[in-house]
């Protein structure tokens, strides 16, 4: 789940300047820095937000909100990343949905296996889950990836 906010971070120069954005001011402001501003403040805002949301709707469904909220935040910003604003407060909304992974993640954990392993429990989930998305990567490289560049390629 941290592959989007990850990708947004490390690559919004590179789409500010594939879609003329790196000199543009939104706000009085240039936009790239004002969208990292922005998603660094939701980014922080997320963890207590959806720690408040899941503690009255439950843990998963908590889980598939904040979900749904960063991949339709991602699809929409990406098809309207050339629009000034949306490349300013959309990647702050991916970050929204992001930030739940790393407050409902360890407080499912918990409530599934109990405190007193907590930690041990904690660094097994974040390094499974590194793990579960380097093999899927590995398979889609073979599975989806070749079959669609052969096709492309032909």
Excluded at 61 to 66: I, P
Excluded at 84 to 105: D, N, Q, T, Y
Excluded at 131 to 149: E, H
Aim: proline share 4%; hydrophobic share 55%.
């Amino acid at each position: 789940m941290s592959t989007t906010a990850l990708m947004v971070t490390s690559q919004i120069g590179t789409f500010a300047a594939d879609y003329g954005i790196t000199k543009v001011v939104v706000w009085g402001l240039a936009a790239s820095p004002l969208a990292l501003t922005i998603d660094r403040f939701c980014n922080g805002l997320t963890r207590p937000f959806f720690g408040w949301v899941s503690d009255r709707m439950g843990r998963e469904n908590t889980k598939f909100l904040a979900f749904a909220l960063e991949g339709v935040a991602m699809a929409v910003w990406l098809s309207t990343i050339h629009i000034p604003v949306a490349f300013v407060l959309l990647p702050g909304l991916v970050f929204f949905g992001l930030g739940e992974i790393f407050s409902l993640f360890p407080s499912t954990l918990t409530d599934t296996f109990g405190a007193r392993w907590a930690t041990k429990n904690c660094g097994c989930l974040y390094i499974a889950q590194g793990i579960g998305a380097d093999l899927l990567t590995a398979v889609l490289a073979i599975a989806l990836l070749k079959p669609m560049r052969r096709r492309f390629l032909v």
